[in-house]
């Protein structure tokens, strides 16, 4: 039997509200985000409520919510304009409720929301439906009420469809490893960590290979013990080598680029595991401190394994012989074996570790510090764009780098 119109009658029947009790509710959320008792919110405010809310940053949707409330367009949001808002949401979301509630029991079971999930193309095994609704489901009783669900989504400014429901828990789950990516802590089957490891192992091979010469050209200038300049180390490689000569080392470059990123992955994991477990806490209320400090072991966990494939690397860029034949790995490989016994594949180990964590301190804070400042002085309380965030990053690292760059000079010496 098709279903009649959903009206503001059925939400407050869910609810178990009269509409006294949910005016109120609505204003007291409007109150809540107008710190400044303006009668207005902007940008700024509602982006502070979202994050006073514990909407994770990575979610990012504050410019999103506000276009979706401002009827009119001037960059501003009023009591009506929010109260609209939430009178569409609240209908959609119950709309979407009862497609999901097969049973018309009020509420949404486990295995309902699982069958609405495959129904939808979405492959979802018991370990992550079991996460899902326990993200959701606030007092724990294994199921979903309306109320709930509203809570859940009343602030996703998007459509409701399930796609997009079971993507924004995703993200609101998010998982940083360390580095520049982020996994989701619900990998489904279709999106499964091979395929995460094998896009990261890809763009790293093509991201090092573009990089190599200027690689090869770093190491150079880090073993030279007199004055040189660029130019003169950039003429010397092309004579000894030709153009070949700047990507000298580079395979064993791409190489290390999977095992490096699957090690520093899953150590990051089991670490993160283990301070949540120590702390009694969830995965999720990981803060800065933990996050800087599981991903700075795991960094140094990764340099440790591969660092053998690096120390044969930058000999390999810093060999140099009258014939201008380079070696093979294995014969260099076990030249160093030979002459200079195992532990000589761990030799400059000390400084690289040591300057891990403090590239990763100085990059997070430089970066974030720049971000705040965009959004202060360049772009007026919006959300930065990619080309905005690519300068930070870029700016971050670079200074990172900088600061470190001494220990990475004693390393390949």
């Known amino acids: 039997r098709k279903a009649g119109p959903v009206t503001m009658e059925h939400v407050l029947l869910a609810l178990h509200e009269t509409e006294e009790e949910r005016e109120a509710r609505i204003r007291d959320m409007f109150d809540f985000f107008d710190t400044s008792g303006r009668g207005q919110l902007d940008y700024a405010q509602i982006e502070a409520g979202l994050a006073a809310l514990q909407v994770p940053a990575e979610c990012k949707y504050a410019r999103e919510l506000l276009r979706a409330c401002d009827r009119d367009r001037d960059g501003r949001v009023g009591y009506d304009d929010f109260r609209r808002y939430m009178d569409d949401k609240e209908l959609e979301l119950y709309r979407i409720f009862q497609a999901i509630d097969v049973e018309h029991n009020g509420c949404i079971l486990p295995e309902e929301l ?8 979405i492959e979802i095994d018991d370990e992550e439906l079991a996460r899902f609704v326990e993200h ?5 009783n294994g199921i979903i009420t309306f109320e709930e669900w509203r809570d859940f989504l009343m602030l996703y400014p998007n459509e409701a469809t399930i796609e997009n429901i079971y ?3 995703e993200r609101v789950c998010l998982v940083d490893i360390g580095e520049q990516a982020a996994i989701p802590e619900g990998l489904s089957k279709h999106v499964s960590a091979s395929k995460y490891l094998i896009a990261g192992g890809i763009a790293g091979a093509a991201s090092r290979t573009a990089t190599a010469p200027l690689d090869r050209l770093k190491v150079i200038m880090q073993v ?3 004055r040189t300049t660029v130019t003169h180390a950039v003429k010397d490689i092309f004579i000894r080598g030709g153009l070949l000569g700047f990507f000298r080392g580079n395979g064993l470059n791409v190489v290390k680029v999977a095992p490096e990123s699957a090690i520093r992955f899953y150590a990051y994991e089991t670490l993160k595991e283990y301070i949540m477990n120590s702390k009694g806490e969830n995965k999720s209320a990981v803060g800065a401190s933990e996050r800087l400090v599981a991903g700075g072991l795991a960094g140094a966990i990764a340099q440790t394994a591969i660092y053998p494939i690096d120390l044969v690397k930058t000999r390999l860029q810093t060999f140099s012989c009258e ?14 074996l030979k002459h200079e016994g195992p532990r000589a594949f ?3 180990l000390v400084p690289s570790l040591l300057g891990i964590v403090p590239y990763a301190g100085i990059d997070l804070a430089v970066y974030e510090t ?3 400042a965009s959004r202060t002085y360049i772009i007026k309380d919006t959300e930065p ?3 905005v965030q690519l300068g930070c990053g870029t700016v971050s690292g670079a200074l990172g780098a900088t600061c470190v760059y001494p220990l990475q000079v004693i390393r390949t010496r």
Do not use: C, E, F, M
């Open 114 to 121: 699982w069958d609405a999930l495959v129904k939808a193309g």
């Open 136 to 140: 959701v489901d606030k007092d724990n």
């Open 167 to 169: 993507h924004h828990w």
């Open 224 to 226: 030279q013990t007199t």
């Open 323 to 336: 014939s201008g034949k380079v070696p093979s790995l294995g014969t260099l490989s076990r030249d160093i």
């Open 346 to 348: 761990y030799r400059g």
């Open 370 to 372: 720049l971000k705040d």
């Open 385 to 387: 764009g990619p080309l």
